[in-house]
Nanobody, 124 residues
Framework: QVQLVESGGGLVQAGGSLRLSCAAS????????PGWFRQAPGKEREFVAA????????YYADSVKGRFTISRDNAKNTVYLQMNSLKPEDTAVYYC?????????????????WGQGTQVTVSS
């Protein structure tokens, strides 16, 4: 079993930056592929970013490409989401997730483990 705990959310003005962290326990991050999703009020959970289980490949939603960066530190069992040039439409609860089985990395249903979420609010 894997436990994921996000941190780093908060309130920031448009144009600002935040870095989210996701600390894993129970199993090492190297045994599965991590990703980030977000859910705004009244909307479905949507894919934000993911990285491969092995190697450095990263994947992003078009809406965040060029502004967000996903990275991982296997030694610390932590995944990060660096968010720059934040916009009010980035406001959402952000979730860290882990995918152990093969599947579509862009779909939330492909992920086996989830954190509790951290709120990100971007003011205009």
């Amino acid at each position: 079993q894997v436990q994921l705990v996000e941190s780093g959310g908060g309130l920031v003005q448009a144009g600002g930056s935040l870095r989210l962290s996701c600390a894993a326990s129970g199993r090492t991050f190297s045994s599965y592929a991590p990703g980030w999703f977000r859910q705004a009020p009244g909307k479905e959970r949507e894919f934000v970013a993911a990285t491969a289980k092995i190697g450095g490949m990263t994947y992003y939603a078009d809406s965040v490409k060029g502004r967000f960066t996903i990275s991982r530190d296997n030694a610390k069992n932590t995944v990060y989401l660096q968010m720059n040039s934040l916009k009010p439409e980035d406001t959402a609860v952000y979730y860290c997730a882990g995918r152990q089985r093969a599947g579509d990395r862009y779909r939330s249903g492909s992920y086996d483990y989830w954190g509790q979420g951290t709120q990100v609010t971007v003011s205009s």
